[in-house]
């Protein structure tokens, strides 16, 4: 360090020029929970029919009875969190696609005032020309 810089350990971001809004934390934090909460009760109602009508067959490494003292037994317990977490993804992905639309059809405009407006081009023509009967493809 040079002799004229300031060391402080806790030294402080700068601060953003916009915030959070305390709504969207709260149905940031809601949606975390209640994903994963729906795509393990959908894995539980997938498997168990995939035992039903065969569509998938199961290793028997997930299809166990997995048993944890002071809370029971639990069948299938690999496979369920298998596909509760294939679950989550797509629920958080179609989440995510659902929010990115919806923003950009709300959202604020993509350029600040700041900002110069797009330029805007003349339509370029195609440039064509007429064919005259002695033209004769020659291959």
Known sequence: ?????????????????????????????????????????????????????????????????ISIPMLGNFPNLLANLLVALVLSLIGFGVFTALYSMIYSLVGPSQYGPLDAPPITRAERRALTRKRQPSDKKRW
């Open 1 to 65: 360090m040079t002799r004229y810089d300031k060391f402080s350990p806790r030294s402080r971001l700068p601060k953003r020029p916009w915030t959070v809004h305390p709504v969207w934390r709260g149905i940031g934090c809601f949606m975390m929970i209640l994903i994963p909460v729906m795509a393990y009760a959908g894995a539980v109602l997938l498997v168990q029919e995939n035992y039903k009508q065969g569509w998938l067959p199961m290793p028997r490494e997930l299809s166990r009875v």
